[in-house]
């Protein structure tokens, strides 16, 4: 079974600097997509970024960027000039690749979390 | 429209009430999802429904009945709860592709609906 792993409770940044969030996980599988969602205090889940894992490239969404280590199966969140608007939970997040519609092999497997401050 | 909504917001409710949450979307999506998460925890699958169709129950109590009447709408009927099954409920929707690429879609969340039974 695959696991997620968010070794970090909580983590602190002032405002404008840059963090970076830890995840790792455990797979067999050879490709799979992995994610990393907000939760505000408003409670909505909102995606930040996602990571095809056949792709080596790692991916950006403005300031928020991935380090994708496939072979160490680390995938950690970079958010670059925070923003106090950035204070959430974090969850790291893995699903297989599907092989049914809406089947169990593509459910999300959620890490802990991970709850960021920003001091201004 | 790209916004999953749920009602209510809150609800409290005692261990032999029925009430219901309820969950709509118009973004065309055809698979939509029942997710519980308890305080500083993440949030653990319940229920997916593909085309209308209960596809996955992650061997939830009875006490929890979904249900998908048309391709927009999600209810979870409560009856009988317990005080342990207070939570966030968070419905969620994506839309579905065959076989090997549906891990890529990606879910759009609800803002949920805290329960608290008393």
Not at chain 1, 75 to 95: E, H, N, T, V, W
Not at chain 2, 85 to 97: N, Q, T
């Amino acid at each position: 079974a695959q696991t997620v792993t968010q070794s970090q409770p909580e983590m602190s940044v002032q405002e404008a600097e840059t963090v970076t969030l830890s995840c790792t996980y455990d797979t067999s599988e050879s490709d799979y997509y992995l994610f990393w969602y907000k939760q505000p205090p408003s409670r909505q889940m909102i995606l930040v970024i996602r990571q095809e894992a056949y792709k080596q490239q790692n991916a950006t969404e403005n300031r928020f960027s991935v380090n994708f280590q496939k072979a160490a199966k680390s995938f950690s969140l970079k958010i670059s000039d925070s923003q106090l608007g950035d204070a959430a939970m974090y969850f790291c997040a893995y699903r297989s690749p599907g092989l049914n519609y809406g089947g169990s092999q593509g459910n999300l497997i959620f890490g802990k979390g991970t709850k960021l401050s920003v001091k201004p | 429209d790209t916004e999953v909504t749920q009602t209510p917001k809150h609800l409290v409710m005692g261990m032999t009430n029925k009430k219901s949450l309820k969950c709509e979307q118009h973004m065309g999506h055809r698979a939509m999802y029942w997710y519980k998460q308890k305080a500083k925890k993440p949030p653990e699958l319940m229920f997916v429904y593909s085309y209308e169709k209960l596809s996955i129950n992650e061997s939830v109590p009875s006490r929890f009945s979904p249900e998908c009447p048309n391709s927009s709408l999600l209810n979870l009927h409560l009856h009988a709860l317990q005080p342990e099954d207070s939570a966030l409920y968070l419905c969620a929707s994506s839309i579905v592709s065959p076989g090997h690429n549906s891990g890529a879609n990606v879910l759009t969340f609800g803002a949920g609906s805290r329960l608290t039974v008393l």
